[in-house]
């Protein structure tokens, strides 16, 4: 049980930093793929810079979830020396 949160934590790890990479590059192709001083550079901007927040709150959650794992391994593993 354990070691399935353990797992699914740092799936969730991966996955949000996989989601980061992709809306850093979305982010950094606006400014050369978009007309310089547009408004479509700045609205083809805000849906990435969201992704990557939540992506950021993901990955945060997630190390929440491995933290706890830990903790819990840990506590169960003193129970029993």
Excluded: C
């Excluded at 070691?3 to 996989?18: F, P, R, S």
């Excluded at 927040?53 to 190390?63: C, D, I």
């Amino acid at each position: 049980m354990i070691n399935n949160t353990l797992a699914i934590g740092v799936q969730g790890i991966q996955d949000g930093m996989y989601g980061m990479e992709n809306a850093a590059r979305k982010i950094a192709r606006a400014g050369v793929d978009g007309p310089q001083g547009s408004a479509q550079t700045g609205s083809s901007l805000v849906e990435p810079i969201v992704d990557l927040k939540l992506y950021e709150r993901s990955v945060e959650a997630s190390a929440q979830v491995v933290k706890v794992a830990d903790e819990t391994l840990g506590s169960l593993l003193d129970i029993m020396v």
